[in-house]
């Protein structure tokens, strides 16, 4: 499998803040995914990056989020500011390192706004 | 467009038991299909999955499941579940490339002695 992790695992914040999750690549290609789960709304695809290009952000809710890729391993979900309906697990994932058939996950971040 | 269908919210099986969970797809091109699964508080894994070829594709932990494409379904199946089997279960389609993928709501087995 393509490694993927992120952090922090956990958030807790309150509404208003700022929140930045992390997203690293440790193996697989230079795509990469940002999903949202929650009850809700199922998994949700909030953006799509290729070869550090945003390809597809129609996913993301509204202004306050924001995604960067700075590097071919590396990318940040930012929200700001957050409000408790941003609350969900977000996920980052990348295709696999033996071809583009295959999206592989991370474990998930956590994020509480209260 | 393309989109999932995962009849089954929840299903209850006794250990040892066989179980099927359902997934339908719609998409007017080729696809690759998927399941997932998803244990607690963890993130999502790869099953199986069907690029092409044989429609029955064997996974990990035992699972298995039959693209058929003239009723457009992708059913999980497995011969006798564990107790440790129980997880939120996901099928997802994409349109020949894992870049698009859409995902079902999903199916919570509910595995019990």
């Known amino acids: 499998d393509a490694g993927v992790i992120q952090s922090p695992r956990h958030e807790v914040t309150e509404m208003g803040q700022e929140v930045t999750l992390r997203c690293k690549l440790i193996?697989?290609?230079?795509?990469l995914f940002w999903y949202r789960q929650t009850m809700m709304r199922g998994l949700e695809l909030l953006i799509y990056f290729n070869n550090n290009v945003p390809i597809d952000d129609s996913g993301m809710p509204e202004d306050r989020f924001s995604a960067k890729m700075p590097n071919a391993s590396f990318s940040t979900l930012k929200i700001q500011p957050s409000e408790p309906r941003d609350s969900a697990v977000y996920f980052c994932?990348?295709?696999?390192?033996?071809?583009?058939?295959?999206?592989?996950f991370g474990p998930g971040t956590r994020l509480t706004v209260l | 467009a393309q989109s999932v269908t995962q009849l089954d919210s929840q299903v209850p099986v006794f250990e040892e038991a066989p179980v099927e969970l359902r997934c339908n797809y719609s998409s007017s091109v080729s696809v690759y299909l998927f399941w997932y699964v998803q244990y607690p508080n963890q993130g999502l894994q790869l099953l199986l999955k069907?690029?092409?070829?044989?429609?029955l594709v064997k996974g990990i932990n035992g699972f298995e499941a039959e693209f058929n494409k003239s009723q457009t379904s992708f059913h999980l199946r497995k011969p006798s579940v564990h107790i440790s089997d129980t997880a939120e279960y996901f099928c997802a389609v994409s349109p020949g490339t894992a870049s698009k993928l859409t995902f079902g709501t999903g199916t919570r087995l509910q595995v019990t002695l």
């Open positions: 994932a990348t295709l696999g390192p033996g071809g583009r058939d295959t999206q592989y």
């Open positions: 069907y690029l092409s070829g044989s429609t």
């Open positions: 193996s697989g290609h230079n795509s």
